[in-house]
């Protein structure tokens, strides 16, 4: 076993098969559906908020998970006293790393790290199973966060919103907008850059045709990528829509691993269905 213990939360969006395989351990957002709060991935799925949101023309709230509960999932590899680096959703959209700061500075232990990945989704999850390998190979804590300190800022995540009615019900854009957008069936590209989300280029046109050349204009970039691997990440699109996209990136002849996850509720309960991105490091 390495004494290097690696963690991330829900918002990596890896699936539970990876979390195995790589020996992960995730610590889940929290999300609250008016008064009732529940565990991301653990204790409610995509496809129930996007009910709740559609019943009550509201979005879930999502925060950070509690210290108590993520002090709870820490604490048998402290006992081990391994070393920790645990992974978080970029500083700028939650509070999620300075939650494990805290436990860091509350319980006194010294090899608890926390990498802010400045990322969501699997570009959390790129440098969360690149950390992972490395840890399964005999890598330091201390090797491990030089690497991420040279691939963090090289992690290219991007995706296309189907609808904007669930980013405009979580207040993050304007009803206008959100109506503009639907009744021209414009579908924007949100981009992860510094940390943050930026709108990128807008396509127009039904989902799945929006889809394909989201995935082509990314293919001079694809062909540039590091090839270890490539993540496919949607919340719920269609599987013949997916499995095409899936099959134009084997085209390319680049990757050797092409990683099709489903995004957990946090990522879901913000962007809504239909939403998928290409995620991979650049070289």
Known sequence: ?????????????????????????????????????????????????????????QTPKTAAPTIGDALAILEPFMKEDRDIIFFGISEAMSATCNVI????????????????????????????????AMAKNGASAEDIIKDNNDINSKVRASFVVDTLTYLHRGGRCSGVAALLANTLKLKPEIIVKDGKMDVGKKYRGNIKSVLGKYVQDRREQLLNADPERVFITHSGCDSDTVEEIKNYI?????FKEILVTRAGGVISSHCGPNTLGILYISK
């Open 1 to 57: 076993m390495s004494n290097v213990k690696i963690v991330a939360d829900s918002t990596c969006d890896l699936s539970q098969d990876l979390l195995n395989e790589y020996d992960i351990t995730m610590i889940p957002l929290m999300i609250s559906m008016g008064e009732i709060t529940k565990k991301d991935i653990v204790e409610v799925t995509p496809d129930e908020l996007y009910k709740w949101s559609d019943e009550t023309g």
């Open 101 to 132: 700061r805290l436990i860091a500075q509350n319980t006194g232990y010294k090899r608890l790290f926390v990498v802010d990945s400045k990322n969501l989704s699997t570009g959390i999850g790129l440098q969360v199973l690149r950390a992972a």
């Open 250 to 254: 084997e085209s390319l002849n680049v």
